[in-house]
């Protein structure tokens, strides 16, 4: 299939799925997952980033118009849109461009260290705006470390279920 349109339906499916299934979980007031953050990381890594920043903020911004969120995640995505050769620079080393990373190809370190970092980054900005305040840095922090590993175990295994079977 074309890159474009595996990446469109990519873009639908997570949208879909975290409209309807992720935002209603909420588990002890610290537990929410957020796996919409695969699409950004699921992105080719030689594609066009300009489409991935568009792509990412749109993202954000239609979860915030369904969510009643005031842009926290059309900010979250951006930043991580952003940042994301950064990370694949910091967990594949210097010549990830030169290879084809595929991330549910096969969990390795790197890949893990990708998905938390991202994930990590992701949680955290998207905390802090909703807080917005200093004094509460500390149910930032709580809320980002529990909703990050909640959000990467969905991650795997939704990795898992993607992953193409070995023939």
Do not use: W
């Not at 935002?23 to 890594?45: K, S």
């Not at 489409?51 to 842009?71: E, K, Q, W, Y």
């Not at 990370?87 to 084809?100: M, R, V």
């Not at 705006?129 to 590993?149: A, G, H």
Request: charged residues 10%; aromatic residues 16%; positive net charge.
């Amino acid at each position: 299939m074309n890159n474009s349109l595996i990446n469109s339906i990519r873009f639908v499916v997570f949208l879909f799925l975290q409209l309807l299934i992720f935002n209603n979980i909420n588990l002890l007031g610290y537990l929410n997952p957020y796996p919409y953050v695969l699409f950004i990381l699921l992105y080719p890594v030689n594609s066009n980033k300009s489409v991935l920043l568009l792509a990412s903020f749109a993202m954000g911004i239609l979860l915030d118009m369904f969510c009643n969120s005031g842009g926290i995640h059309a900010m979250a995505s951006l930043i991580l849109a952003y940042i994301r050769p950064s990370l694949f620079k910091f967990a594949f080393g210097l010549s990830y461009e030169y290879q084809t990373v595929k991330i549910a190809d096969k969990i390795t370190p790197e890949r893990i260290t990708l998905l938390l970092l991202a994930i990590f980054i992701h949680h955290f900005v998207l905390f802090f705006f909703e807080y917005f305040r200093l004094d509460q840095i500390l149910t930032v922090l709580m809320r980002t470390l529990s909703s990050s590993l909640f959000t990467f175990v969905i991650c795997l295994l939704t990795l898992f279920i993607i992953k193409p079977s070995k023939r």
